[in-house]
């Protein structure tokens, strides 16, 4: 909205207030109170209840709004615009004509009032040009007024045109569903009616047609047809026509799938045809007619098919059609309900034939029933096979009417089958037997099923007796059955007629039904004879064990080394006399002890070295052999010693674990004054071993005095002799060093080629003298190893000496060096060895070899093995002795493969640099 001179018409406005607003107060209570009357058309309006004053305020906000407008604030009086409907005085006052006559009737008295100012010129009236602009600007305001209520009541016609065309097709919706209601409820009302006719009868025919009756009532000017299947022939017969005259064609047959019958009949399903093709149909459908084709669907399948034919709309009609199915359903029920009723009477009369049939088979069942329970009572009142076999056999053939049978059972080591129990003899028991397949018995046997012989002469598999046994049966029958107890054969009970075909079904049946409780007894019997025999030997073992565990007490009890026996659980079960010796408890104490606890209470912080928990959780290592740990410590002022093993049983199930406590206190001290008797010995020894060799030099020399050759001969022969005293001592000294751990390394980066290159030209003599073949290998950028040069030597030139002395004459001996990980040392030898980088040294020769049981002992002190070359090599055995201790000293481990008359190789690693 555009506003000229807004100051000067917001000023006049503000300056003719008192004036110009009481006016449009009245104007506005005029037009409404003049309609006050009647509404349109001349009827009396509804009066509406205002506040007294409330037009009086609502047009003084318009006045306001008015005034914020001619400043450009519009949103004023539009809100007050909003608010138009508080001036009505009627119900029909509301309409746009009464709000733009007010608007009108505003506008005048404002250009009045302008007038007024113009000829009363008080000192406020405006000039002639100034008034024409005020009269503008206040036709602009107005007419944006009277715009902006026009578009209000126009929204609002359109949105009541709206609201009254969704009343209208709600009215319309509740008619025709008020409609559809009556119509379902008369639907609902015909088939209650038409269920209780239905369920009043079960005659097929009077349910047919009252179902016709009930769908030509229903649908008016309908043609009604009901289809019915035929059970053998499997075609649809025409069952029942209304509503005209018989169909030309009754019966429609199965294979004519574009019927509409059919279709309906597979499908299972209504369908609606509004145009029916008559070549499709069998001759039952009307010409222009629609159809509707409804099965007939029951628990057993699908009875027949219901057909209305008529209009086309109706039939289209869903309720029409919901009717329709509903009364097939009833329909369906009926037929089902019929035929069931007739089946039922069929299975009465069949029951009543059965019932006589079964009183008689009862009657032989009572005999076999208290034949059974005769049984049953011999086989519960004793154990002894023989008489339950006995009994039970003459109690069949009692009821049977038979003199010949007998029980056969299997003997578990020959596989036949052993009469056990005859009627009329018993000498001769044991004495017929059959293998388990040949024969009658022997067949019964191997199939585990009765068989009943009518002629025994004319079965094939009948084994004729000898003819030397006159008494023996040759003609006649013969039944029997197997004796089966916990699914396994235990024999046959076979029972014979002189005449032919004597025995009958009733008998098989009683034979059957006793068979299993005569098995039983004997099973049981078997049973418990052998139950007797095991407590016997279990008696007789339970002696033995008895002895055995008081003899294994006392051999406890006698040990020296002290033993405590605990459980799975570490709890203690028993201990000997020696381990209260050795830990100075009594045994009463220990054996309420848990053993893991006795342990940390001796080891204190070394209790991890015996971790009994952990032995107990894991008893096998890594090659599945039982574990054994082992320790030694102070106790008091004895040395013990303890071995921790795990209890085995021969099922390799654990059951606990022993600790065995020794006294070393002496054997310790034993080893230390013979080490200290070696040392003494030895020094002792060296010193006239060195004036030996001295002298035998001098004299050799001929600084005394000359010599003949066979004198230095001699000297020579004493210095060697006195040379090897020497080695022999100073490795006696260097194991006792080893021993006492007072052995001092000076550990420094070696070459092993320059050390392999001394030791090959000290046995170089010796090599060339035994004609042998001597090769070194090492590869470019071997490492150092960190050693002692000394004491490397001295393991080189021992293991090499040792390929030299035990390799024959023109043998072969190879050195080979390379660079390895830990993980190239035997397993069983890694414990302790750090990971990181090893050289690698075998000594391979091709001598005599060591046999396997032999190799471990080589490194014991003065062990030799035997071998063809004992003699020849010489030597005390102190050289591998000495040699393993060295490697280990200095962080490496030594081993050893060999095979007799093959060779060995000799095998070490030390740290690399």
């Given amino acids: 909205m555009q506003q000229t001179m807004p100051t000067q018409l917001t000023q006049w406005l503000n300056a003719n207030r008192t004036v110009l607003l009481p006016r449009w107060i009245a104007a506005g209570d005029e037009v409404f109170t003049a309609r006050n009357g009647a509404g349109p058309g001349g009827e009396q309006g509804a009066e509406v209840i205002v506040h007294p004053d409330e037009r009086r305020v609502l ?127 008369l639907h609902v009302s015909r088939l209650n009616l038409l269920a209780r006719e239905l369920s009043a009868t079960f005659d097929r025919e ?39 005259e018989p169909a030309v064609q009754q019966i429609v047959p199965s294979a004519c799938p574009d019927d509409l019958v059919v279709r309906a009949l597979r499908q299972a399903e209504p369908m609606l ?39 086309g709309t109706m039939l289209s009609d869903r309720s029409e059609q919901e009717f329709v199915r509903s009364v097939a359903g009833q329909a369906a029920i009926a037929l089902e309900n019929a035929r069931l009723y007739a089946e039922v009477r069929e299975f009465n009369a069949m029951l009543e034939e059965r019932i006589a049939e079964r009183t008689r088979e009862l009657q032989i069942e009572r005999d076999t029933l208290e034949t059974l329970n005769a049984i049953a009572l011999e086989v519960s009142s004793t154990l002894d096979e023989d008489v339950i076999m006995q009994n039970s056999l003459s109690t069949l053939a009692q009821l049977i009417g038979v003199e010949h049978g007998s029980i056969m059972l299997i003997d578990r080591e020959t596989d036949q089958l052993v009469d056990r129990a005859m009627l009329g003899s018993h000498h001769d028991v044991g004495f017929v037997r059959f293998p388990v397949g040949h024969g009658v018995v022997g067949w019964v046997a191997q199939h585990r099923k009765p068989l ?137 104490e220990l054996v309420i002890w848990h053993l893991g606890e006795l342990l940390k209470r001796l080891l204190g912080q070394r209790a991890g070295e015996l971790a009994l928990d952990d032995l107990l959780a894991n008893p096998w290592d890594e090659r599945n052999q039982p574990r054994t740990l082992s320790t030694t410590f102070e106790y008091s002022t004895r040395t013990i010693s303890i071995t921790l093993d795990p209890v085995i049983s021969s099922k390799d199930t654990l059951m606990g674990a022993v600790a065995v ?95 392999l290159s001394g030791v090959m030209l000290e046995l170089q003599p010796k090599v060339i003298e035994r004609q042998q073949a001597l090769s070194l290998s090492i590869p470019a950028g071997l490492p150092l190893v960190r050693a002692d040069a000394r004491r490397f030597n001295q393991i080189l030139f021992n293991l090499v000496s040792n390929a030299v002395k035990y390799t024959p004459r023109s043998g072969k001996i190879a050195i080979e060096a390379r660079e390895v990980g830990a993980d190239a040392v035997p397993e069983t030898l890694r414990d302790g060895l750090r990971p990181g980088r090893y050289v690698q040294i075998e000594v391979r020769d091709t001598g005599v070899g060591i046999a396997p049981e032999e190799i471990e002992r080589i490194f014991e002190r003065f062990y030799r093995t035997e071998n063809p070359l004992k003699v020849e090599a010489g030597g005390t055995g102190l050289g591998l002795s000495l040699v393993r201790p060295l490697i280990k000293l200095l962080g490496g481990r030594i081993w050893v493969e060999s095979q007799i008359n093959e060779g060995s190789t000799f095998s070490f690693v030390l740290p690399a640099v």
């Fill in 59 to 185: 047009l003084t906000s318009i006045y306001d709004g008015l005034i914020a407008a001619s400043e450009g604030d519009g949103a004023p009086l539009d809100e007050c615009l909003s608010m138009l409907r508080a001036l009505r005085s009627s119900a029909g006052d509301d309409d746009l004509p009464h709000y733009l006559a007010l608007l009108y009737r505003l506008r005048r008295l404002a250009v009045d009032a302008l007038s007024e100012d113009g000829a009363t010129s008080n000192g406020h009236a405006p000039e002639a040009d100034s008034r024409r602009v005020l009269v503008g600007a206040l036709d602009e305001l107005m007419e944006h007024v009277i715009v902006t209520s026009a578009e209000r009541w126009v929204a609002a016609a359109h949105k009541v045109a709206h609201e009254l065309n969704e009343t209208r097709l709600l009215v319309e919706s509740l008619y025709r569903d008020a409609e559809v209601t009556d119509r379902t409820t």
């Fill in 206 to 244: 009077r349910h047919l047609a009252r179902v016709g009756a009930a769908l030509s009532e229903a649908l008016a000017a309908v043609i009604v047809d009901i289809w019915l299947i035929d059970s053998t022939t499997g075609q649809l017969n025409l069952a029942l026509r209304l509503g005209a």
């Fill in 273 to 311: 045809e509004l145009d029916l093709a008559d070549d499709r149909q069998s001759g039952w459908s009307l010409p222009g007619s629609a159809a509707l084709a409804v099965p007939l669907v029951t628990q057993a399948g699908n009875a027949g098919v219901i057909v209305c034919q008529g209009s």
């Fill in 452 to 588: 009943n012989v009518p002629d025994v002469a004319a079965d094939p598999r009948w084994v004729p007796p000898p003819l030397d046994d006159p008494s023996s049966k040759r003609h006649g029958s013969m039944i029997a059955v197997p004796l089966i107890a916990h699914h396994e054969v235990q024999g046959v009970l076979v029972l014979s007629h002189e005449a032919t075909g004597y025995f009958r079904d009733e008998h098989m049946r009683l034979l059957n039904a006793s068979a299993s409780q005569i098995a039983i007894g004997i099973h049981n019997a078997q049973i418990y004879r052998e139950v007797e025999q095991q407590l016997m030997h279990r008696y007789e073992m339970q002696q033995r064990q008895e002895a055995a565990v008081s003899q294994s007490t006392a051999i406890l009890q006698s040990l020296s080394d002290g033993v405590i026996v605990c459980d799975q659980f570490g709890s203690v079960l028993t201990a000997n006399l020696a381990v209260e010796r050795i830990l100075d408890r009594p045994i009463e």
């Fill in 661 to 755: 406590f020794r006294d070393r206190t002496r054997e310790i001290e034993s080893d230390r004054l013979k080490t200290e008797f070696i040392g003494t010995v030895s020094h002792e020894l060296r010193t006239p071993m060195t004036s030996i060799k001295g002298f035998t030099q001098l004299l050799a020399m001929g600084s005394l005095g000359p010599v003949n050759e066979t004198q230095k001969e001699f000297l020579e022969i004493i210095q060697t002799n006195a040379e090897r005293m020497i080695a022999i001592i100073n490795d006696l000294l260097d194991i006792t060093k080893i021993e006492t751990g007072s052995v001092e390394l000076e550990l420094r980066p070696l070459h092993v080629a320059e050390t």
